[in-house]
């Protein structure tokens, strides 16, 4: 079964400028969530997606955006690029329900010049 | 929000010797998840160990759900078990959203 994949696997932008990140989940998992990673702040979660539905969301400005498809496929938005969202952006996937272990894929390297 | 610490932030070791790695957290959990990030940034599952003993290879993790602390022992390692290890949970009714330790950066020499 093919793991948690995301395009692309690294990105350079500018600032001010817009950026959308793919993720597409194992095989019959239902919830996608988002994860940012800076050395600063460290792994801190973004937000979950459910059955296209956004679930939670973590302390993070309207900048970032997301939505998931009825494939459960899920696209992260962030829009007007600062310096400090240079970051790897973790996508995870889980089954649901009672299955609640999550499994993540290789990440997206972003640099904002 | 919960509160999740690991112990410690950085061990060397030389290859062949053993290690415990600790994460302490602050509330009751439905999930506890250890990872180890790999080179290139990807977080691969070690163990999903919301309580008890769980054992795969090298490598075993222990919950105490009621003492609120997980450990993770790497044994005989190898230098290929350098990296960060990191460990997260997701709180009981809570938001199922991962809360992350800081990890553990292990170095190990040859």
């Known amino acids: 079964k093919a793991g948690v994949t995301q395009t692309p696997r690294y990105l350079i932008k500018t600032r001010g400028q817009q950026v959308t990140l793919s993720c597409s989940p194992i095989s019959g998992h239902r919830s996608v969530s988002w994860y940012q990673q800076t050395p600063g702040q460290g792994l801190q979660f973004l937000f979950e997606y459910f059955s296209e539905t956004q679930r939670n969301k973590g302390n993070f400005p309207g900048r970032f955006s997301g939505r998931q498809f009825s494939n459960s496929r899920s696209e992260m938005n962030v829009s007007t690029l600062e310096l400090g969202d240079s970051a790897l952006y973790l996508c995870?996937?889980?089954?649901?329900?009672?299955?609640?272990?999550?499994?993540f894929g290789p990440g997206t390297r972003l640099t904002v010049l | 929000g919960i509160q999740v610490e690991q112990s410690p932030p950085d061990l060397i070791l030389q290859e062949g010797a053993n290690s415990t790695l600790r994460c302490n957290f602050s509330?009751?959990?439905?999930?506890l998840q250890w990872f180890h990030q790999n080179p290139w940034g990807q977080l691969i599952n070690l163990f999903y160990?919301?309580?008890g003993t769980k054992q795969n290879g090298r490598l075993s993790a222990t919950t105490v759900a009621t003492e609120r602390y997980s450990l993770l022992y790497i044994s005989s390692s190898q230098t290929t078990d350098s990296g960060v290890y990191f460990c997260?949970?997701?709180?009981?009714?809570?938001?199922?959203?991962?809360?992350f330790g800081k990890g553990t950066k292990l170095t190990v020499n040859p």
């Open positions: 995870a996937s889980k089954r649901g329900g009672s299955y609640n272990e999550q499994f």
């Open positions: 997260a949970v997701d709180s009981q009714g809570g938001s199922e959203k991962l809360v």
């Open positions: 160990i919301p309580s």
């Open positions: 509330d009751s959990v439905n999930n």
